[in-house]
């Protein structure tokens, strides 16, 4: 037992001084005005934390939070309706095409979430995995430039558990999809 350990400490050691840590992430705000319907508002904050293995691989985790706010005209039923969403996501990244300070890389992983709907008992809750293409500028040694096009494409299972007083005891639901364009994300990364 005491070699397994010294072995895994001696790996981790072995990787950690080859490998090129970063951190960074993604903030965004968005509002928007639908004339006749609402409001709408989104804040997110999802920072990260990685490891450089090589030329060709990261590994990394984000965590993210999101508040979203929508307020709805009285004459659609009116009210306001506001979540708070947490997201774990760790992945593994792959550059693969380099040319000058640019790179192209896909980021494959797993990701959880959960959304408390301000005013309901339970949370919703989604669980999958995702394949994601991104572009990525290094500016310097220290600072990169990261855009992430879309969700990707991406598999998830989400489900809610409701009150037994419910008429059904739980939702369920699979997705299966590809969303390339449907947004673009940018983040920022310091490299040590």
């Known amino acids: 037992m005491k070699k397994i350990f010294m072995m895994a400490v001696m790996a981790v050691a072995a990787l950690s001084a080859n490998a090129q840590t970063w951190v960074g992430g993604e903030l965004g705000f968005t509002s928007s005005h639908t004339n006749g319907v609402g409001t709408s508002k989104e ?3 999802k920072p990260e934390v990685g490891f ?3 030329e060709k691989f990261d590994v990394a985790i984000a965590l993210g939070y999101t508040y ?3 307020k709805i ?3 659609l039923g009116g009210g306001k309706l506001s979540t708070n969403t947490w997201e774990i996501n760790p992945y593994v990244r792959y550059k693969f095409v380099k040319a000058g300070n640019f790179f192209a890389f896909v980021d494959g992983g797993l990701f ?3 959304t408390h709907v ?3 008992a339970k949370n919703w809750n989604s669980f999958g995995v995702s394949f994601v293409p991104g572009i990525a500028y290094s500016v310097s ?3 990169t430039l990261v855009s992430k096009l879309g969700e990707g494409l991406y598999y998830s299972h989400d489900w809610k558990n409701y009150d037994e007083k419910q008429a059904y005891d739980n939702y369920h639901a699979n997705s299966i999809g590809f969303k390339l364009l449907n947004s673009i994300s940018f983040g920022a990364y310091y490299n040590f």
Do not use: A, P
């Open 112 to 114: 959880y979430e959960t």
């Open 43 to 45: 804040f997110t904050i």
């Open 141 to 143: 040694d220290k600072v």
């Open 52 to 54: 450089g293995l090589n």
């Open 68 to 70: 979203s706010s929508d």
């Open 118 to 120: 301000r005013g309901e």
């Open 73 to 75: 005209k009285s004459q």
